[in-house]
């Protein structure tokens, strides 16, 4: 019977089932110090210092995610994410050195997963990548056995099947992300889902310090399927609005 270990962020590995991790930045001490944090959690490792390298490593290394500087020469990580989805789909943890919001919802609007803000800890980005490969594994579970149905609020629809969302009729891309963030919220339309709760239900992640990660997924979704279908309660969390029964 094959036996599992624990990794240092105490999730489940399975021996021979190693993830592909590509690491693209620029700064050599950093890069190293994520490859051998990822290394240590079991992973495969793959690094490259600039935009085209990086492009290169993802087309031929065929990578199960890849840790995104957005800063790089050559061309930035804005860049390589665009061309990297165009050729598949693949999890992205983007890391920025600026705390600007305008930075990451660029970011999440060419295709990234998730972000981190520098300086961060090694610990919270081998829990973010173990949390962004679990999703994918979730997804894939669910186009085996999906969900039946079109949930219909309104002029907004959620294809759980095709993983596709609908407004007023036409297409809205989201990433993987932002429909998980949207099927939490309209699994109780109209009640208020706390940062934290959302934080844990979408990227099973417990720690407080991740809720700016909640707000820019959720600007980023406003943005997508109107502002007006998502409340804030100050201080509290957000809340998918329905039209009146």
Known sequence: MEQTQTSHTGVAA????QRRILVVEDDATIVDAIAARLRAEGFLVQ???DGPAAVDAAEGWQPDLMVLDVMLPGFDGLEVCRRVQAQRPVPVLMLTA???ETDMLVGLGVGADDYMTKPFSM????ARVHVLLRRVERAALAAVTPRSGILRLGELEIDHAQRRVRVRGEDVHLTPTEFDLL???A??????LSREQLLAE????ADASGTRTVDSHIKALRRKIGAERIRTVHGVGYALETPAP
């Not at 699994?187 to 208020?192: D, E, F, I, M, S």
């Not at 979408?202 to 992640?205: G, P, S």
């Open 14 to 17: 399975t021996p021979g089932a």
């Open 187 to 192: 699994n109780t339309p109209r009640a208020v």
């Open 123 to 126: 610990r919270e980005l081998a």
């Open 183 to 185: 099927v939490c919220l």
């Open 47 to 49: 690094t490259a210092v």
């Open 202 to 205: 979408v990227w099973d992640w």
């Open 98 to 100: 600026r705390d600007d």
